[in-house]
């Protein structure tokens, strides 16, 4: 399974877990259905039947809900991470899009969960190697968590902190791609180290996204025969196995 599904897995179990306790429970018996449903397949790894009961679980909270709410932006954007974990990567587009567009409806302008449609969506236009627009995406992300860090209560600091440092690293590995296609190598592998430098402190348990730099890093170095860097980034990947 590619890095960036294993990924989406995980963001999409935190969602899940999200508005389990805080908002469907407490509504209709069908879209609690459709959530639970959405949520076994999801588990079991049969996506396409997790696909149908999130786009159901979308279509009955914009029934009690309305279009422009918060639950239905966030059952949106999980819909958009099984696309993205379907490889359907316009369609995941669409679905962060349709997400960071009502949020910026609803919500305060420097909201994170503004930051993190984003974020999703710029993932979705570089999978579609999209890169230079990916990046405006990155940028207005970052620049809105930055603005929302200095809002943030004292127990919210870390958490917003550590997203805004994802960030980063995420836009560096899109501007390592930018530069790969220009045959910029060296400077790919400056970002790469950057964003490796990020997720070794950021990530957690989890160490996928830090694989994958160091994959991207080691093709990058073998390009312009650079032993240092292709040595680093196979140790690396070899700690990471």
Known sequence: ???????????????????????????????????QNTKKFFKEGKLEHAINFAKKAVEISKEEFG??????????????????????????????????QIRKKILDADSPEIAESMDLLAVSLRKQLFYDKAMEYHNEAIL??????????????????????LFRARAMYTKALIDIKNYNHENAIGYLKTASRIFTTTLGKNKLELKETYILMLDAANKIKDKETINLARSNIDKLL
């Open 67 to 100: 279009k422009e709410h918060k639950i239905t932006a966030t059952l949106i954007e999980n819909l958009g991470t099984i696309e993205m974990d379907l490889e359907l990567y316009k369609e995941a587009e669409i679905s962060f899009r349709t997400s960071t």
């Open 144 to 165: 809105i968590i930055t603005r929302a860090l200095t809002k943030s209560n004292p127990h919210g600091i870390n958490e917003t902190s550590r997203k805004g440092a």
């Open 1 to 35: 399974m590619p890095l960036v599904k294993i990924i989406y897995l995980i963001i999409i179990s935190l969602f899940f877990t999200i508005l389990s306790t805080t908002h469907v429970f407490a509504q209709s018996s069908e879209l609690k259905e459709a959530f």
